[in-house]
């Protein structure tokens, strides 16, 4: 008896969530979703979270498709797409965003984070969300961050340990200010190139080098065209879930509704994922024949006080109220 009535307590609540659904103003909608990443990569992982996720909170209603390895455009390329209504949904790295907002830009700073702990709680709380405000007014709407990962060196020349050993090193670097000042700082020669170029720019060898998370470094197989790892985690590096202005205008209360609860499943689901994968994937990289290079304190501090240019450049092009509200954000963490 009790098995049937706990049956029929189960059936009820389907049939509740099914008639909320049922009851919700949903239209049939497809969501084309871009990013830069392989399918199998973390970012790919999260992607489908995300559109399984909503088609079950739409009953079907809602489909994201997801556009991998760069097909709808580079980072830029799709939030240029996502102004002007053409496309709806992106994940890329906040680093792009600054020709939009200056102010994301804070985030590309070197040696802000000590731990994901730390990013979590500054980005989930007031100071990422204002920064996230800042969108709407360019035609963006940001979700949620999630994870891209601290960053790091590889290059074809030899193992960077220390800072001489950049000297000279074609570096590719993101198309963003911070980073061309930071590595030409540590006596690298910075390339500003679109992600969806680098792995022919690595194989040609037009650079000899790249900084990314591990995780990029495995799902994007440039162990088939480096030979060099540095763990550096010199700059901590998120990603951001936008959508099109335009297009979220024209969604209903519970579209947007069932859209933002997704975002955040997935925010939760891909941090998780993001982490569990990056532990793996160092031991993965060495399997293929990269030689790794643990850099010491001594000469991540010398990082540190070579970078520290970019800091004072920041604040004097406007961003010291800025580097000041968030290094409090940060303070408030560890203690």
């Known amino acids: 008896m009790k098995k049937i009535v706990n049956a029929l307590a189960i059936a009820l609540a389907l049939a509740g969530l099914s008639a909320s659904v049922q009851a919700a103003d949903y239209k049939p909608r497809i969501i084309r979703f871009g990013y830069g990443l392989a399918e199998d990569s973390n970012q790919g992982r999260a992607v489908k979270f995300f559109a399984d996720d909503l088609a079950k909170r739409t009953g079907g209603k809602m489909k994201a498709k997801g556009f991998a390895n760069a097909s709808l455009g580079s980072d830029t390329q799709m939030q240029n797409a ?17 020709g939009i907002v200056k102010d994301f830009g804070v985030y590309d700073l070197p040696f802000l984070f000590n731990n994901e702990k730390e990013a979590d709680a500054v980005l989930d709380g007031p100071f990422g969300q204002k920064l996230i405000g800042k969108l709407q007014d360019k035609g963006l709407v940001g979700l949620v961050y999630w994870e891209n990962g601290f960053r790091n060196l590889t290059n074809t020349k030899h193992p960077v340990a220390k800072l001489e050993d950049l ?14 000042d930071m590595f030409n700082s540590f006596g690298a020669n910075a390339v500003p190139l679109p992600f969806s170029e680098l792995f022919t720019a690595l194989e040609t060898k037009t650079v000899d080098g790249q900084e990314n998370p591990v995780n990029t470094i495995q799902s994007s197989k440039f162990y088939e065209v480096q030979k ?25 209360a519970d579209e947007k509704k069932a859209i933002q609860e997704s975002a955040a499943a997935s925010r939760d689901f891909e941090r ?18 990269m030689q790794v290079t643990v850099v010491s304190d001594a000469e991540l501090g010398r990082m540190r006080e070579k ?13 010291a109220d800025l580097i000041k509200e968030l290094q409090g954000e940060i303070a408030k963490v560890r203690k």
């Not at 996502?82 to 600054?98: D, F, H, K, P, R």
């Open 307 to 319: 970078a520290k240019p970019a800091f004072d450049k920041f604040a004097s092009e406007g961003g």
């Open 272 to 289: 998780k994922d993001s982490r569990e994968a990056a532990t793996k994937a160092v031991d993965f990289l060495k399997q293929k024949g």
């Open 167 to 180: 000297q000279g090193i074609k570096l590719r670097v993101m198309q963003n200010p911070v980073y061309i």
């Open 82 to 98: 996502l102004i002007g209504g053409a496309q709806e949904m992106m994940v890329g790295s906040t680093a792009t965003l600054v």
């Open 228 to 252: 060099y790892l540095s763990l550096t985690k010199h700059v901590y590096s998120p990603w951001i879930v936008l959508v099109s202005k335009k297009w979220w205008d024209g969604l209903s």
